[in-house]
């Protein structure tokens, strides 16, 4: 296997392909990264797939989607026929600092159920994640639809793990005729809970801090504990409990938004007149995600998030970056409008636990 750097990717005097490999079939394909003349091609088997509701149209425009496979930080790589030179399927892996996000991974319908879409996903992710341009990445993260149950064995195969059930948390839906503006979120359409997953680097773990600081709530505890079983490096953590009411309120946030989605997300630790301001601000949005780190600081929030009518969603190991101490993260979701129930799922064992307890905080 040659391992080609990416610059160098629309240069046809050399192998483009970092991976070769054969279908079920015995025919053989190629990994390669995407370029801008691919853009027509990636386009067209998304409205195979989706028509016209994927969850961001830019897959949808040619010249948006020439720039983005442009940019230095994403990593769009193909999988072709090496006989037509036909794009089968194909993914994308978006790098901001120290994190990677996974996504939009897909494959025309002739081509499912022959290999190829795992060899394209967990395969091609595997390989370009050990390319020195991502040496110093700390976690690569994936949203998975979660009545796929084929994407979560995917997620699974590349070695991700799962940390979170969303429901609702997709909503697809054709946004063509939507602008972007302030506090306008795309409305609920067809909304599908996600399951989030996270493969973990070395790094990760050597920076993380291992004193957990957590509120004593019995559900807030089942998420750590879920995941400590799933990790092993945490069997030496310390966890301290605490009583929120008593806890001293700090205040110190970030706020992002996500108008396609319609999802707010807060960071941090936020007192109580701010966090009611918040939820006034954006009361139209379908849902309001709070990561509050597992810090001292952290308790008075998780007990002001209880309170308001969040709900615990999942446990994310390591997301909070502090002069680079990284402190792990309770994911808390609200919906203003309607406390929306997960779907009936078809999951992997592993995500069975996480769905049981959901489904019981969102008394389903």
């Not at 020195?132 to 590349?158: S, V």
């Not at 991700?160 to 946004?175: E, K, T, V």
């Not at 709900?311 to 909070?320: A, E, P, R, T």
């Amino acid at each position: 296997m040659q391992t080609i750097i990416k610059k160098h990717q629309i240069d046809n005097d050399e192998d483009i392909y970092f991976q070769k490999f054969l279908a079920k079939d015995g025919s053989e394909y190629g990994l390669r990264f995407g370029n801008v003349n691919d853009a027509e091609a990636i386009s067209s088997i998304f409205k195979e797939i989706y028509g016209y509701e994927y969850v961001n149209p830019l897959v949808y425009d040619i010249e948006l989607l020439k720039k983005e496979l442009k940019k230095e930080n994403n990593f769009w790589f193909v999988g072709e026929s090496l006989k037509t030179n036909e794009i089968a399927g194909a993914g994308l892996l978006e790098v901001e600092r120290y994190i990677a996000q996974a996504s939009k991974a897909v494959t025309k319908k002739k081509y499912q159920g022959q290999g190829i879409t795992s060899k394209i996903g967990a395969a091609g992710i595997i390989t370009v994640t050990k390319m020195p341009q991502f040496k110093n990445i700390l976690r690569l993260d994936f949203e998975i639809r979660a009545q796929e149950i084929g994407a979560q064995k995917l997620a699974q195969l590349a070695g991700a793990l799962p940390y979170s059930l969303i429901p609702a948390y997709a909503n697809f839906g054709d946004r063509r005729n939507f602008s972007i503006e302030n506090n306008k979120p795309f409305p609920p359409q067809r909304e599908e809970s996600v399951f989030l997953y996270s493969i973990l680097c070395k790094n990760l773990w050597r920076n993380r801090d291992k004193k957990v600081f957590l509120i004593n709530n019995e559900d807030i505890i089942f998420f750590y504990e879920y995941i400590k079983k799933i990790y092993k490096k945490m069997q030496e953590d310390i966890l301290i409990l605490e009583d929120g009411k008593k806890a001293k309120n700090y205040e110190l946030y970030g706020v992002s938004k996500d108008h396609y989605m319609g999802i707010v997300k807060l960071y941090g630790y936020i007192k109580q007149k701010a966090l009611r301001s918040l939820l006034k601000t954006y009361q139209e949005w379908r849902i309001i995600l709070w990561r509050i780190p597992t810090t001292q600081n952290g308790i008075s929030s998780m007990y002001l998030a209880l309170e308001k009518g969040f709900k615990i969603v999942g446990y994310d190991i390591g997301f909070n970056n502090i002069n680079w101490t990284l402190y792990d993260s309770i994911i808390l979701a609200y919906y203003p409008n309607n406390h929306r129930k997960p779907l009936k799922l078809d999951c992997l064992e592993l995500n069975k636990p996480l769905l049981k307890e959901v489904n019981k905080l969102f008394n389903v």
